[in-house]
Nanobody, 116 residues
Framework: VQLQASGGGLVQAGGSLRLSCAASIEMSVFDVMEWHRQAPGNKRELVASSPNVGAAKYVDSVKGRFTISRDHAKNTVVLQMNSVKPEDTGVYYC???????????WGQGTQVTVSS
């Protein structure tokens, strides 16, 4: 099982970026799909979560700016990043989790750099 992340790059503050994460198996297998990020010198943090049941959740710092969604036709989870800020800089990882039987999969990460 693999997750392939793409879409990172360099963007100016206030701009937008769209990250995609393609799963090698049917995405609905996973109970939740998430985006995490890790800034230099910081711990990896959860940015956005998309459960199979219930509403998406976001860390406070990105609420109103980022949107997580699933494209079932492409078997992909997308993170739309708008009004980006320099503090959004980091490596973004997609993550998929199945509760039972347990299955946890990390993507390889994609670099996002926001210039001021």
């Amino acid at each position: 099982v693999q997750l392939q992340a793409s879409g990172g790059g360099l963007v100016q503050a206030g701009g937008s970026l769209r990250l995609s994460c393609a799963a090698s198996i049917e995405m609905s297998v996973f109970d939740v799909m998430e985006w995490h990020r890790q800034a230099p010198g910081n711990k990896r943090e959860l940015v956005a979560s998309s459960p199979n049941v219930g509403a998406a959740k976001y860390v406070d710092s990105v609420k109103g700016r980022f949107t997580i969604s699933r494209d079932h036709a492409k078997n992909t989870v997308v993170l739309q990043m708008n009004s980006v800020k320099p503090e959004d800089t980091g490596v973004y990882y997609c993550y998929a989790r199945k509760f039972f039987p347990p299955l946890n999969v990390w993507g390889q990460g994609t670099q996002v750099t926001v210039s001021s």
